[in-house]
């Protein structure tokens, strides 16, 4: 996902929270860009990811578990709870 206004909302752990249509999906694992590309240099981890690739500093990673139908627009159902700058 990418945020391009506001800040993340985060979690007291750190990590951002994901949303489908603005309800809060706090179990889901999610990675900024600092611990997303982090992996690259644990060969371990970074293989559990085949399709891994760096992601820039406004994108996150965000690991789905789910019972709802994400169609192939993921980006108008999935996004990051942020707050205004």
């Known amino acids: ?49 085949t399709d891994f690739e760096p992601v820039a500093p406004n994108e996150y990673v965000v690991m789905v578990e789910t019972r709802y139908r994400l169609f192939s627009d993921v980006d108008s159902t999935l996004g990051i709870c942020i707050q205004q700058q």
Do not use: C, F, Q
């Not at 706090?26 to 981890?45: F, V």
């Open 1 to 49: 996902m990418t945020v391009n206004d506001g800040i993340p909302l985060r979690t007291r752990r750190g990590s951002v929270i994901p949303a489908i249509d603005g309800d809060e999906k706090r179990g889901w694992l999610t990675y900024d860009s600092h611990s997303w590309n982090a992996l690259e240099n644990d060969p371990y981890r970074k293989d559990l990811y």
